[in-house]
């Protein structure tokens, strides 16, 4: 079955630059969430978006944007990154609206700032 | 707002010998409660979901967990453990009402497996 792809798997960046993280959902899927997980830390969410809509936002800096395009794909922007950036960072996908919203992840993208 | 609390950061456990994880949770209503699993480096995997119905929940690799609304708690439970279940454990709750809504994690449990 189709799984929930990251890309890329690993990101290298300096202090000050940007970063772009892509996500494709499961197919057919229409909500797509964002989580920060940094060393030894539970997953923390960033921000979700249902239908192209943001729906709900977490603890995401002002730094970080993100967005869901027409093919459901959801892209999170990362500016002036800081060494506290460094984390892995998950999608996961569901389908639908309030009820049941199983949420399928990703295998994450790990962003090192050095 | 939702909260989970999973109590022992650290377990060992022997081959062969029962497992059981714990989770505490905050939320108004009945939740949507999750348990996944992680491997060092790895993504995140579904062992087992409770919505609603039946509180005896039975998940991949021979995991189970049991919804206990009076004590507000979605404890993990596997008979014997292998070798292969030495892992990071999570907890997660969500809120059934909200669109889009969030999972919020516990702080994990990393289960250490002794031969």
């Known amino acids: 079955a189709a799984g929930v792809i990251q890309s890329p798997r690993h990101l290298i960046k300096e202090k000050r630059e940007t970063a772009t993280l892509k996500c494709y959902p499961i197919p057919r899927h229409d909500t797509v969430y964002w989580y920060q997980q940094g060393p030894g830390q539970d997953p923390q969410f960033l921000i979700s978006?249902?239908?192209?809509?943001?729906?709900d936002k977490g603890s995401i800096p002002d730094r970080f944007s993100a967005q869901q395009f027409s093919d459901y794909h959801s892209e999170l922007n990362m500016s002036s990154l800081e060494l506290g950036d460094s984390a892995l960072y998950f999608c996961?996908?569901?389908?639908?609206?309030?009820?049941?919203?199983?949420?399928?992840f990703g295998p994450g993208t790990r962003l090192t700032v050095l | 707002a939702q909260s989970v609390t999973q109590p022992d950061i650290h377990i060992t456990v022997s081959e062969g010998a029962s497992l059981e994880l714990r989770c505490n949770y905050s939320y108004g209503a009945t939740p949507y409660l999750f348990w996944y699993v992680q491997s060092p480096g790895q993504g995140l995997q579904l062992l087992l979901k409770?919505?609603?119905?039946?509180?005896l929940v039975q998940g991949i690799k021979g995991f189970e967990a049991e919804f206990k609304r009076s004590q507000s708690s979605f404890n993990l439970r596997k008979p014997s453990v292998h070798w292969s279940d030495a892992a990071e454990y999570f907890c997660a709750v969500g809120a059934p009402e909200a669109a889009g809504n969030k999972l919020t994690f516990g702080g994990g449990t990393r289960v250490l497996v002794k031969p």
């Open positions: 996961a996908s569901s389908f639908g609206l309030a009820g049941v919203s199983e949420q399928f």
């Open positions: 409770y919505f609603s119905g039946d509180t």
């Open positions: 978006f249902y239908e192209k809509m943001q729906s």
